[in-house]
C-alpha cells in the first residue's frame, strides 16, 4: 500500500514563495508520472502540475512560469516550488499519481495560506 506524506505548507503574503515536498513508500516515483493538486474551500480538486518517469513537466495555465515541479530520485521526493503565490492559491495541496485511474490513497494533504 502506497502512503504519500505531502508537507512543507505554510502562510505566506501574496508574492511569496513555498516548496512543497511528497515523499512515499517505497521507490515509486522512478516508476509512475506523479501530479500535484489541490484543492480549495467549495472547490474541486485540481490538476496543477505533473512530472512523468521520464521528467517531463506539464502545468495548468494558472501557474505555467512561476511553479516548478521536480524530482529526486536518491531521496524519493518530488517537489513543488511555488512563486508569486496568489491569494485564491490558497488551498490544501496534495500530490498522486498523475491520472484517477493510477490513484493510490490520498494523504493528509498539506495547507498553504496566501494572505492578501
Known amino acids: 500500500q502506497v502512503q504519500l506524506v505531502e508537507s512543507g505548507g505554510g502562510s505566506v503574503q501574496a508574492g511569496g514563495s513555498l516548496r512543497l515536498s511528497c515523499a512515499a513508500s517505497?521507490?515509486?516515483?522512478?516508476?509512475?508520472?506523479i501530479g500535484w493538486y489541490r484543492q480549495a474551500p467549495r472547490k474541486q480538486r485540481e490538476l496543477v502540475a505533473t512530472?512523468?518517469?521520464?521528467?517531463?513537466?506539464n502545468y495548468a495555465d494558472s501557474v505555467k512560469g512561476r511553479f516548478t515541479i521536480y524530482r529526486d530520485s536518491a531521496n524519493n521526493t518530488v517537489y513543488l516550488q511555488m512563486n508569486s503565490l496568489r491569494p485564491e492559491e490558497t488551498a490544501v495541496y496534495y500530490c498522486?499519481?498523475?491520472?484517477?485511474?493510477?490513484?493510490?490513497?490520498w494523504g493528509q494533504g498539506t495547507q498553504v495560506t496566501v494572505s492578501s
Open positions: 517505497g521507490s515509486i516515483f522512478s516508476r509512475n508520472a
Open positions: 498522486n499519481a498523475d491520472l484517477p485511474t493510477r490513484w493510490w490513497s
Open positions: 512530472i512523468s518517469t521520464g521528467r517531463r513537466t
